[in-house]
């Protein structure tokens, strides 16, 4: 049994009269402790894939399993639980709450959670101790990121889960960022899982997932893992 299984999800959007078929049968497997890619063009289901691996959304066939329990059929108060405690987020625009310090949005989210990491700590293992009493306005998209990043972390959570991290960074602070995202993911043995429409960025990762008009064309292991400082794009 895999970390995370996906067996033969189908989500289908309702709008009016239109039926949209986001996913049309996605298969996939993540073993833990991976970095993992998921890469596809605009519109694939990527977001969808990770709205519904995050417990944020519901699927309208199939099962999804984390960790052996199936949580494609866990009701809303499951599905509140299992975000809360078991997934870290990160989105492209960071959502840091803008009138708390750095280390105040660290803390928030190790408030909500059963076996917070330090938030002090946290901070300072992705490089920001010393911006701690600064709020979010004071420091760069970078920094942000690594913010939201710690925030993610201090919740100690089973997957990390990642939207177009880099989206809004510029190219060396997306390389920075997702090393350290890498680094984690090597030195605290979570599992992370990046979605993006860049392909250049699936050379660094350990298991690759192509997504294409709703369904998985490709899955990998990655032989020839390239350090990000290496890769072009
Ligand atoms: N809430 C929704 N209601 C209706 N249709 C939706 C909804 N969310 C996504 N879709 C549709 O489902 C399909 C897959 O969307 P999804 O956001 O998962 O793609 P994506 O690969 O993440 O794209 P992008 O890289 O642009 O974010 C698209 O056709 C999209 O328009």
Known sequence: ???????????????????IP??????????????????GASGAGKTTILNILGGMDTLTEGK????????????????????????????QFYNLVGNL??????????????????????????????????????????EQQRVAIARALAK???????DEPTGA??????????KLLQDTCRKKGVTVVVITHNQAITAMADRIITVKNGTVTDMRKNEHIVPVEQIEW
């Not at 049994?1 to 039926?19: A, L, N, P, R």
């Not at 298969?27 to 993992?36: M, S, V």
């Open 169 to 178: 960074l510029d190219y060396n602070t997306g390389k920075a960022v997702l």
């Open 101 to 142: 310090t750095a280390l105040e949005n660290v803390e928030l989210a190790s408030q909500i959670c059963s076996d917070p990491l330090d938030a002090g700590q946290v901070l300072a293992d992705v490089g920001l101790a010393d911006r701690a009493s600064n709020f979010p306005a004071q420091l760069s998209g970078g």
């Open 22 to 39: 986001a996913l049309q049968g996605v298969n996939f497997e993540i073993e833990k402790g991976e970095f993992c890619v998921i890469v």
């Open 1 to 19: 049994m895999s970390f995370v299984e996906f067996h033969d999800v189908k989500k289908t959007y309702h709008m009016g009269e239109v039926e």
């Open 156 to 162: 100690n959570p089973k997957l990390l889960l990642c």
């Open 64 to 91: 999804v399993l984390l960790d052996g329990k199936e949580i494609s059929s866990y009701g809303k108060k499951q599905l509140t639980d299992y975000r809360r405690y078991d997934i870290g987020f990160v989105f």
